[in-house]
Each structure stands twice: as structure tokens, then as C-alpha cells.
């Protein structure tokens, strides 16, 4: 058990590890943001092919297919490989080598701005990671009886910046400490210093502009006994469909991983999230973050077989997007997945207040993307955004876990040899 006296000598470098980590996520979001403003916006109105309801459908295959191939390059060709193929490891994996870093940013920069389905959890926590261990290399940062301090408070500072909060990383590392079966001790003392960088991380981000997760739908302010049964129903329905995807997934996975060059593989996959994006609309594209608060808003003005319609698409490019070695993460996608089949449910039955279904979606998708019930209990109840929610989602839960721990998980187990997935790094 640490001392006071130690824990207070480490507070300075967890709020340090936290704003790190807060100001590497806003740098490389930054940068996205550009690019994806010069590629989506400024280049079409310069070049005049931009129409009234945005890009012809010949730009977003291009964009999507050219993004492929730079990720692609940048994986064949930048030291380290751009690290971990995402789809393999879960959100806290063991520290890559410092000299993969660049490789995995710009990676990273390049799916973000070009529209593929992923968001940016897994890489720029696998980052941070890196540059914590580098920095608490040194002496008077380290941390005195703790080697895995690195990894638990960057992953905190982190989980904290991208959801604004530091509940979301207390929740991850309560289950990472079940997980390994953490020494005896309050578990408290262990969590101590990652909550000060989670909220150090989630500070930043706030003082800086944190996005916001909610959606602009109608309070839950009049429960019905009806609640109960549509609740785990939209649930697991939005679990099922996940779920289909993640059978896919490692077939998927092993045919384009077939293929010598990445560059050729992420190409291919490029164009088939093109193929996709013109299939389902814009709203399709991307992480889902500002997507899915559009979706939320046009919702009235759609037919539930056309929401539908936008999820099963987004699972379709999720798949793809993972399978073909794109890096980013399987959360952001989930919640709008399960933001549209909220919306597509209570478009098809009314009586469904749309704070229950879209909850019951996030919290479906998300377990069945993350297989982590706390995270998707905390994405469901912050989307919605009205606490009055938890206890039902909490009850909706129970048989949605017992269904979800049977599916596969959409994760697919790295090479025996530890090699590099394409033949061409081997």
C-alpha cells in the first residue's frame, strides 16, 4: 500500500501525464479537423464539383480510396509500422516503441480527416501510452513501486479527455484491475493517481472545447411499465446486429491481411468505405461524433426503414474499415450505430419515448463493439443526457449482458508469431 507521503510526491506527474495527454488529443484532432475541412470543403468549392447537397458521389469514393492508400504507405513504410493493428488489442494494450509513434499520429490524422468509420480511442491512447513510459523513464518522473503506472495514468489522462469526464476512466481501470486480479489493497489507492490525471485530462479538454456527446432528443419525463420490455428489446436487437458484424470481422480480416502490400489493402478497403459512404449518406462517414447529433435533428424528416438503413451501413464500414488495418477505435462508431437504431425504433413504434430506445441502442451496440458493460452504460446514459434513464438502462443490462457474453467479441487475435500482419513487413 503507498504512503501519503508518495502519493503526494506523484500528484505533479499524473496532472502532468493528464494535461499531456488532453493537449496530444486536441493537437492531432486539430490537424484532422484541417485536412478534413481542405479535402471535404475548400477543394470542392475551388474545383466547383461541390452541389447543393454536398459532393458528387465520385468525390467521396476517391477520397476514401486515396485515404486508404496513404494509410496504407504510412503503415508499409514509416519505422514501427505505424504501430499495433487496432483490431487486435483492446483500449489498454502493452507500450509500443516510441519510434512507431509518428507513423501511428499521422495514421491516424489521415483516417480522421478522410471519413473512415473509426474513431481515435485506441490509437492516441496506445500513443499516450508511448510517451508516458518515455517520460517516466526518467528519474524524477518516475513513479517509485510502479511499473505499470505509465500505462494506467495515460490511459486515464486520456479516457478522461475524450469523454470530458473522468468517470469513463475510472470505469475502464476498475475493469482492467478485475481483469488482471490487481494485489490486495483499496482500490482507491490505486485508482488515486489515474483519477488525478483522468480529471487533469478532462479539465484541459473542457478550458480547451469539448465536444459534446448528447443529442438533441425529447427528455424522459413520463416512464411507462411498456419501458421495461422495450427497453432490452431495442437493446439486444441493436447487440444482434453488432454482433453480425463481428462474426464477419475475421474473415474479413484474413482475406485483405492475405494480400502482400498494405498499401493494396487499405487501398481496396478505401474504396469499398466509398462504396459505403455513397450507399448511406454522409452521416455515414467519419468518427460519428457530430454525425450522429445531425441524425438526431433530420430524424422527423425520415423513415425508420431509412435510419435503419444508415446503422446497417455504419456496421458495414465499421467492419471494413477495422478489418483492413485502418487505425482507430470500435466506440465512437458503436454510439452512432446505436444512436440510429434508437431513432429508426421509435420511428417504427411510436409509444417507444426515443431517450429509452436511443439509450437501449447505445447501450447494445457499444457492449457488443467493447464487450465492456460500464462503458456502455456510461456512453447510453451521457447520449441521452437525462439521469432519470440509468435505472432503466441498468435493468435493460442484466439480460443484455447474459445475451452479449455469448456473442464473438469484434476483436481478432494477432498473429502467434508476433510478426507484422502483411506479408510485405514481414
Known sequence: MPTTRALLRSVPVALLVGVLCALT???????????????????????????????PWWWTIAVLTVTGLLVGATVRWFPGHAGSDPITTGLVAPPLPVRALPGLAVALALGLAGG???????PIIALNVALAVWIMARPRAAIPGSPAAPVLLATAGTVGALFATPVAAVLILTETFAERGASAGRLFDRLFLPLVAAGAG????????????????????????????????????????????????PVLHHGLHRIPSPVVALGLGGFVLGLLGVLGGPETLFKGLTQMEELAQTADDRTWQGLALVAVVKIGALVVAAAAGFRGGRIFPAVFIGVALGLAATALFPAVPPAVAVGAGV?????????????????AAIVVGDPTIVPLLCLALAPLWLLARNLPEMIVAPPADGRPEFAALR
Open 202 to 249: 478532462s479539465v484541459t479538454m473542457l478550458l480547451i472545447g469539448a465536444p459534446s456527446f448528447a443529442v438533441d432528443i425529447a427528455p424522459y419525463s413520463d416512464p411507462q411499465a411498456w419501458d421495461l420490455l422495450s427497453a432490452p428489446i431495442v437493446a439486444v436487437v441493436a447487440a444482434l446486429l453488432v454482433a453480425l458484424g463481428a462474426y464477419l470481422l
Open 363 to 379: 447501450l447494445g451496440a457499444v457492449i457488443a463493439a467493447d464487450r465492456d458493460g460500464w462503458i456502455a452504460l456510461f456512453m
Open 25 to 55: 488529443l486536441v493537437g492531432i484532432s486539430t490537424l484532422a479537423e484541417s485536412v478534413q475541412d481542405a479535402v471535404w470543403t475548400t477543394l470542392p468549392e475551388a474545383w466547383d464539383v461541390m452541389g447543393p447537397d454536398g459532393v
Open 116 to 122: 473512415v468509420s473509426l474513431g481515435p480511442e485506441n
